[in-house]
């Protein structure tokens, strides 16, 4: 008698939670609808939220902000095991998916079970590959938090227990959207699939976190944010599915943790909707961290007089030599008079010296006394063709090296931007060339008004 007593206690306790829950969604619908910024603010918390916990409580290595750092597309996590790194990879791609799936009928089929299966595994060993999407072959078993072994279903039980699990979740589904009577609660049904499942246990791996994603499936189609469970949960959770599994226990009081966990992610979504702060405590500084690692090693450098030297040394001074040369080559005999002018302009007094380019070349190199600027004209003057109309060109190429990068300027590029760390390619100096080249034709051929016209 005593023991029915406190299965009815459970039972009421798990009634009360789902009053909750509605209460809350009421409260939600309430606020009416949501904005853009509001959804993505949702929707990026549970999915970290919901990627991190399910694969955690599976033994996954990556903490909340390698996760994070996976979900925007660093999958070069430093350290860890490829297999956790593509398989938290599979498992945002599937979950990303569900929820943008929204409230709607939304099927469970044991082939959609099985692609799901196949999203969200990964195995480096061949043999362990073909056994991704597919039911078991080999009996499974846990040993659970106490150490006690718990038996699943047969490799050969397994078909016939998906097959009807999956009947009855479709069949039960269609009912509440029907509102037949003695229909059970979305929420009955989410939960008791979850427990189906697991006590099922249909893949040689990944069992926890399908269920966990088929769970959320069934309560997002009913209107309800998913649920997640978090590390410091992980034996409770465990212990309450032992509990039915190992000793034939009632369910409800996996049931009524579940329920609490579906509370906490209704009061996310009314703390979003309010506009209260809906990250952990730290979620700020592991973000920053999150995103040192993934802009990498490399620093940007600031400008130092050897860097520029460096710099100079090995790309721009081949550069503004072959700037000068090709400029010559490629006009010369068509103007009376050439001449090549280099400035080196220098802080802090913005004083500019006109060198010879030997002298130029020097300075640069050897003695940079605060250059933040340098620049070469070639100016050709006296077209010899054109007689009374006589014009001239000037070809311009400025350098500017400033705090954090340098860039390049000239007749055809307004600026092209380099840090410290990085050369001028070949690519990028003969386009300038080329570009500057074609330029000075096109204003010559302009200029030039034949003999008698």
């Known amino acids: ?32 609808t949501m904005s853009e910024a509001v959804q993505k603010k949702i929707i990026y918390k549970f999915r970290l939220e919901w990627n991190y916990t399910s694969n955690n409580l599976e033994g996954n290595s990556l903490t909340r902000m390698e996760t994070r750092s996976v979900m925007i597309g660093n999958v070069t996590v430093e350290g860890k095991p490829i297999r956790d790194i593509m398989e938290m990879k599979g498992h945002d791609e599937v979950i990303t998916k569900i929820l943008k799936l929204g409230q709607g009928e939304q099927s469970i089929s044991e082939k959609f079970i099985k692609e799901i299966h196949t999203g969200i595994m990964y195995e480096d060993d061949p043999e362990k590959r073909a056994l991704i999407g597919k039911w078991k072959n ?3 078993y846990l040993l659970n938090y106490r150490g006690e072994r718990i038996d699943f279903a047969t490799p050969e039980e397994v078909p016939e227990k998906m097959h009807a699990l999956v009947n009855w979740v479709n069949a039960e589904a269609d009912k509440i959207r029907r509102n037949a009577k003695h229909a059970l609660h979305p929420i009955q049904l989410a939960f008791r699939f979850h427990l189906d499942y697991v006590t099922i246990h249909p893949f040689y791996d990944g069992n926890g976190r399908t269920a966990r994603i088929f769970t959320n499936l069934i309560l997002i189609s009913f209107g309800y944010p998913p649920l997640y469970i978090k590390p410091e949960e992980k034996e409770a959770y465990s212990g309450y599915l032992a509990d039915v599994q190992v000793y034939g226990g009632e369910p409800d009081l996996f049931y009524e943790f579940m329920g609490q966990a579906l509370l906490r992610s209704e009061q996310i979504v009314l703390d979003a909707i309010e506009g209260k702060e809906i990250e952990e405590p730290e979620d700020v500084f592991k973000e920053i961290e999150m995103w040192k690692v993934m802009l990498g090693k490399e620093e940007i450098l600031p400008r130092t007089d050897e860097r520029i030297r460096e710099i100079y040394n090995l790309s721009l001074a081949d550069f503004l030599n072959e700037y000068r040369d090709k400029m010559k080559s490629s006009f010369e005999g068509l103007f009376l008079d050439w001449s090549v002018t280099e400035l080196v302009n220098r802080m802090p007094r913005s004083i500019s010296s006109i060198l010879g380019y030997q002298e130029f070349n020097k300075v640069v190199s050897e003695a940079i006394n605060d250059i933040f600027e340098l620049e070469m004209d070639v100016s050709m003057n006296g077209f010899r063709k054109a007689h009374l109309n006589s014009f001239n060109q000037l070809a311009q190429l400025k350098i500017y090296f400033d705090p954090y990068q340098y860039s390049i300027t000239s007749l055809t590029v307004k600026k092209l931007s380099k840090t410290y760390n990085e050369l001028l390619t070949e690519e990028e100096k ?7 080249v074609k330029h000075i034709f096109e204003n010559i051929k302009k200029s030039y008004i034949p003999n008698g016209h």
Request: hydrophobic content about 45%; charged content about 20%.
């Open 1 to 32: 008698m005593g023991g029915r007593l406190v299965f009815v206690h459970l039972y009421m306790a798990f009634l009360d939670t789902i009053k909750q829950i509605e209460h809350l969604q009421q409260m939600i619908s309430a606020s009416g």
């Open 138 to 140: 080999k009996p499974n």
């Open 430 to 436: 003969k386009s300038i060339i080329r570009e500057d």
